[in-house]
């Protein structure tokens, strides 16, 4: 086994995994920061009502 660097040494364990999952931002209401729920072929907020379109990606 050859030996370890001093530098490898200093660096340590790597660090554990994030445990949260990351979800996208466009998946969160930019009124009331809720998560938007999918309805066909929209992206809505059940708390606030904001809605956005399919039409509204392209």
Known sequence: MPPISASEAAAGPPPPACPIATEHHSRFC?????????????????????FLSCADFY
């Open 30 to 50: 930019p009124t009331c920061s809720s998560r938007l729920e999918d309805s066909r072929c929209k992206l809505i907020c059940r708390t606030c009502g904001y």
